[in-house]
């Protein structure tokens, strides 16, 4: 077997979008809920989905019971739009550090690479990080049935670079993403903490000690 290609997750993997999510959530909650946030509330919010976060917000706040259902999806409807325009403001900046290079070596190597995010504004932030020209393909997640741990998004971004799922290496810094790497049949290399990720194939813990030398020869030695 031979590798053949490269899928990515996005977030915490290539960048961060957790501060501009947090910025976006202190602004809405500040504003309209009266809220002040502390910093150590970011944390809690990393990775959870938008009304998630704001029942925790509220809760937090011990305003609960205060709002209709219409009234809570309006104000996520209001981060998300102070998100988005925060976007705005990102730039290579907000790479991580070590990603860059590696994207290099990957791209000299001639292996292909495809985006397995589920955010639906990937595509702009790959745009404003300028590293849209990277990547092969991006998975549309307005196609997906399911979510991670789900195999669905890295099975579709290995097949939008045409290669085979065993053949293709996968990146992701979550627990979820690895075991939906793992159930795509693809190798899994995961970013981060050894013990959140252990049913990964190889693990870094930091995008900085990303090394696609030490990649290839993990994934030739456990698909020989």
């Known amino acids: 077997m031979m590798l053949k290609g490269f899928t990515f997750d996005l977030d915490g993997v290539i960048t961060d979008t957790a501060n501009y999510h947090f910025a976006a959530w202190k602004k809405m909650a500040h504003d309209e809920l009266g809220i002040d946030l502390p910093d ?12 998630d976060s704001l029942d925790i917000i509220l809760k937090f706040g011990h305003k609960e019971n205060d709002y209709t ?29 070590g990603v860059k290079p590696f994207l290099d070596s990957i791209k000299q190597a001639g292996y292909p690479m495809s985006l397995a995010s589920a955010s ?13 020209d990277y990547f092969d393909a991006i998975v549309d997640p307005a196609t997906l049935k399911h979510g991670k ?6 099975q579709k971004a290995a097949e939008a670079i045409h290669e085979p799922d065993y053949d293709c290496v996968g ?3 979550a627990a979820a993403g ?16 050894k013990d ?29």
């Open 149 to 154: 741990p789900n195999p669905e998004i890295y």
């Open 120 to 132: 639906k504004n990937a595509p702009t932030i790959l745009n404003k990080l300028g590293l849209t």
């Open 178 to 193: 690895i075991q939906a790497i793992n159930a795509a049949d693809q190798f899994s290399v995961g970013i981060g903490d």
């Open 40 to 51: 150590s509330m970011n944390d809690k919010l990393k990775g959870i989905s938008r009304m």
């Open 69 to 97: 259902q219409a009234q809570k999806e309006q104000f996520a409807t209001d981060k998300n739009n102070l998100y988005l325009d925060s976007l705005k403001n990102m730039s290579a900046k907000d790479i991580l550090p």
């Open 196 to 224: 959140v990720l252990s049913k990964a194939d190889l693990i870094f813990p930091s995008t900085a000690d990303l090394s696609l030398t030490k990649i290839e020869e993990a994934y030739k030695q456990a698909r020989p």
């Open 171 to 173: 990146l992701e810094d």
